[in-house]
């Protein structure tokens, strides 16, 4: 247990406020429990005296991180609703793992109820609309709600329309797995299935996309799996991109090395179409590529309700923010985090930076209920990719605010990457795991 | 206690940076080493308690001079890292030494190591 300034009663607060939200989630006691009671003014205030209601939308890296954070420096007066649709957290970090098989995705699934014990009331549910102005809420099952402020954290969706042919139908056997889950677990089977001597084509859309090293971890997860299980087997990267875009020379070393003849690597190549029948990927340039398993990646942009509450405004595809309080330009009160953004210069879509992003909405959002101006965060990020089961490669970065660019920039000098994928890396990766997940859900 | 040393050299830290505003002021030195502190949790836990394993260290009641004596090794590329030499080069020394002040005041968690990854649920 942890042991907070305000001892006892503040424990006995979480307690309650725990069993209330664990009645929400069985629907009983009405919507968002103990929220209802605050709003009357009967619940006791912390030391600092904070007192608003906030609402965290999706329980992803960014947004659990900030229900925990808004809770533990908000204190009892700061009332915290994360809703959520599933049911349970899954790690999108080290998903690529289950594709090698050295994870199952229930080591990467675990529970919301360590936030309900830390006093964040945890609704299952999902938001059908956003008042921009009015911070009203309208959900599918609970009775709508207005918030002092609203944390959106939705994630990306991904444009299956930019690929010709990748429609429903299509998508039940062409998958992305780039949202862990039961994708991740089906593109597993679809490589078990696939015969020794058979071929995997990856497509990686455009930057920016979620995960830059993503798919290049993905490629050398595959390829572990092919060298240990399938050594006939080949992979082919159609690469959107101009180039690997994320720690280039220590993905070619293992490529050239452990992997080397298994990997044919094709940068320019943008899959616009696909011919589901034949698992035939086309691109742009009219080129085919067949696949024993075909793995597309479409391109990302913020998850439709960032689009239907009209905060994306870069591109049409991210939302820009403030990046002292993470408030939306299009809508103050409105604070937007993670993959959704459009990113700072040399900033990563990453969970670790999601994570980051949390934090710094929760401290401007405490400070803000204060009265109190807050003061530009720091940020850092840490990207760890397995190279095979137990090898691992980083890269880092830390971001401070200037004041008069009014963007958070990376440090001139700080960050890096690894030297080369290492078991001992590989060891801090999992402690990384361990570390980042009970930040965030406990 | 060590809680008012830490606070002292954060607030001092807050003058030394400028400060900013009046209202910033107001904001307790204690929260805002806690809002920096953050940045360190993802990789050795809430502040500073590590869930144990994979050799990732906490940085809870580690001594405040230390704490700034392996930033200063880590910084000036003298004490072997995979990582932390890049991360250091990353804060001011006043960054640090709020640092080192706000996790001085963290007590370890409860039972050590295996009290920290029994919270961690179904993390294998």
Same mark, same amino acid.
């Given at each position: 247990?942890?042991?907070?300034?305000?001892?006892?009663?503040?424990?006995?607060? +979480?307690?309650?406020?725990?069993?209330?939200?664990?009645? +929400?989630?069985?629907?009983?006691?009405?919507?968002?429990?103990?929220?209802?009671?605050?709003? +009357?003014?009967? &619940?006791?205030?912390? &030391?600092?005296?904070?007192?608003?209601?906030?609402?965290? !939308?999706?329980?992803?890296?960014?947004?659990?991180?900030?229900?925990?954070?808004?809770?533990?420096?908000?204190?009892?007066?700061?009332?915290?609703?994360?809703?959520?649709?599933?049911?349970?957290?899954? %790690?999108?970090?080290?998903?690529?793992?289950?594709?090698?098989?050295?994870?199952? =995705?229930?080591?990467? +699934?675990?529970?919301?109820?360590?936030?309900?014990?830390?006093?964040?009331?945890?609704?299952?549910?999902?938001?059908?609309?956003?008042?921009?102005?009015?911070?009203?809420?309208?959900?599918?099952?609970?009775?709508?709600?207005?918030?002092?402020?609203?944390?959106?954290?939705?994630?990306?969706?991904?444009?299956?329309?930019?690929?010709?042919?990748?429609?429903?139908?299509?998508?039940? $056997?062409?998958?992305?797995?780039?949202?862990?889950?039961?994708?991740?677990?089906?593109?597993?089977?679809?490589?078990?299935?696939?015969?020794?001597?058979?071929?995997?084509?990856?497509?990686?859309?455009?930057?920016?996309?979620?995960?830059?090293?993503?798919?290049?971890?993905?490629?050398?997860?595959?390829? *572990?799996?092919?060298?240990?299980?399938?050594?006939?087997?080949? !992979?082919?990267?159609?690469?959107?991109?101009?180039?690997?875009?994320?720690?280039?020379?220590?993905?070619?070393?293992?490529?050239?090395?452990?992997?080397?003849?298994?990997?044919?690597?094709?940068?320019?190549?943008?899959?616009?179409?696909?011919?589901? #029948?034949?698992?035939?990927?086309?691109?742009?340039?009219?080129?085919?590529?067949?696949?024993?398993?075909?793995? !597309?990646?479409?391109?990302?942009?913020?998850?439709?309700?960032?689009?239907?509450?009209?905060?994306?405004?870069?591109?049409?595809?991210?939302?820009?923010?403030?990046?002292?309080?993470?408030?939306?330009?299009?809508?103050?009160? !409105? *604070?937007?985090?993670?993959?959704?953004?459009?990113?700072?210069?040399?900033?990563?879509?990453?969970? *670790?930076?999601?994570?980051?992003?949390?934090?710094?909405?929760?401290?401007?959002?405490?400070?803000?209920?204060?009265?109190?101006?807050?003061?530009?965060?720091?940020?850092?990020?840490?990207?760890?990719?397995?190279?095979?089961?137990?090898?691992?490669?980083?890269?880092?970065?830390?971001?401070?605010?200037?004041?008069?660019?009014?963007? =958070?920039?990376?440090? /001139?000098?700080?960050?890096?990457?690894?030297?080369?994928?290492?078991?001992?890396?590989?060891?801090?990766?999992?402690?990384? &795991?361990?570390?980042?997940?009970?930040?965030?859900?406990? | 206690?060590?809680?008012?040393?830490?606070?002292?050299?954060?607030?001092?830290?807050?003058?030394?940076?400028?400060?900013?505003? %009046?209202?910033?002021?107001?904001?307790?030195? $204690?929260?805002?080493?806690?809002?920096?502190?953050?940045?360190?949790?993802?990789? *050795?836990?809430?502040?500073?308690?590590? &869930?144990?394993?994979?050799?990732?260290?906490?940085?809870?009641?580690?001594?405040?001079?230390?704490? =700034?004596?392996?930033?200063?090794?880590?910084?000036?590329?003298? #004490?072997?890292?995979? =990582?932390?030499?890049?991360?250091?080069?990353?804060?001011?020394?006043?960054?640090?030494?709020?640092? /080192?002040?706000?996790?001085?005041?963290?007590?370890?968690?409860?039972?050590?190591?295996?009290?920290?990854?029994?919270?961690?649920?179904?993390?294998?």
């Amino acid at each position: 247990m942890k042991i907070n300034d305000s001892g006892f009663s503040r424990r006995r607060f +979480t307690k309650t406020l725990g069993s209330a939200s664990a009645l +929400t989630v069985l629907g009983a006691g009405g919507a968002f429990g103990l929220a209802g009671c605050a709003s +009357t003014g009967a &619940a006791p205030s912390a &030391a600092s005296g904070t007192q608003g209601r906030v609402l965290v !939308i999706g329980g992803g890296y960014g947004g659990a991180t900030a229900a925990k954070y808004l809770k533990k420096w908000g204190g009892a007066g700061v009332q915290v609703t994360l809703v959520e649709r599933q049911q349970h957290f899954i %790690s999108c970090p080290l998903s690529n793992l289950v594709l090698g098989g050295s994870r199952r =995705i229930e080591d990467l +699934t675990l529970p919301y109820s360590g936030l309900a014990e830390a006093g964040v009331v945890v609704v299952r549910d999902e938001v059908l609309s956003i008042d921009r102005v009015t911070r009203k809420v309208t959900f599918v099952r609970t009775p709508e709600q207005s918030f002092d402020r609203i944390v959106l954290s939705p994630g990306v969706d991904l444009n299956f329309s930019a690929v010709q042919g990748l429609d429903d139908e299509a998508q039940k $056997t062409i998958l992305h797995a780039w949202k862990a889950g039961p994708q991740t677990v089906a593109l597993r089977r679809q490589l078990e299935a696939m015969p020794d001597g058979g071929v995997y084509v990856l497509s990686i859309p455009l930057a920016p996309y979620r995960c830059p090293p993503g798919p290049y971890e993905r490629t050398c997860q595959v390829a *572990h799996y092919f060298k240990t299980h399938k050594p006939r087997s080949k !992979i082919v990267v159609l690469d959107a991109n101009p180039d690997i875009t994320s720690k280039k020379g220590l993905f070619l070393q293992e490529w050239n090395g452990q992997y080397k003849g298994m990997i044919d690597y094709q940068p320019n190549m943008k899959v616009t179409e696909v011919d589901a #029948r034949n698992r035939t990927a086309i691109t742009e340039l009219g080129d085919r590529i067949e696949a024993d398993v075909l793995n !597309i990646v479409p391109p990302n942009t913020s998850a439709e309700i960032a689009h239907r509450t009209g905060l994306v405004n870069a591109n049409d595809r991210w939302c820009t923010v403030d990046w002292v309080t993470m408030e939306s330009t299009e809508a103050p009160g !409105i *604070h937007v985090l993670g993959d959704a953004t459009l990113s700072a210069p040399a900033m990563p879509k990453s969970g *670790h930076m999601a994570n980051q992003h949390g934090k710094a909405a929760a401290a401007a959002i405490v400070e803000l209920l204060n009265g109190r101006t807050p003061q530009p965060p720091m940020m850092a990020n840490t990207c760890y990719s397995f190279v095979d089961d137990k090898r691992v490669m980083h890269v880092a970065s830390v971001h401070r605010y200037d004041p008069q660019k009014k963007m =958070i920039e990376p440090v /001139a000098g700080a960050g890096g990457v690894s030297t080369a994928a290492s078991e001992l890396e590989g060891s801090y990766a999992n402690g990384w &795991a361990r570390n980042i997940w009970n930040d965030m859900l406990t | 206690m060590t809680r008012s040393r830490y606070a002292a050299a954060a607030l001092s830290t807050l003058l030394a940076l400028g400060g900013g505003t %009046s209202a910033a002021a107001a904001t307790s030195a $204690t929260q805002q080493a806690g809002y920096l502190a953050a940045n360190c949790a993802n990789c *050795h836990g809430t502040d500073g308690r590590s &869930a144990g394993g994979g050799g990732m260290p906490g940085l809870a009641g580690l001594s405040s001079a230390y704490f =700034i004596e392996q930033m200063r090794l880590f910084r000036d590329g003298k #004490r072997q890292a995979t =990582i932390m030499h890049q991360i250091a080069k990353g804060y001011t020394e006043e960054q640090v030494a709020a640092l /080192a002040g706000y996790f001085a005041g963290q007590s370890a968690a409860p039972g050590g190591a295996q009290g920290g990854a029994a919270r961690a649920g179904a993390v294998k």
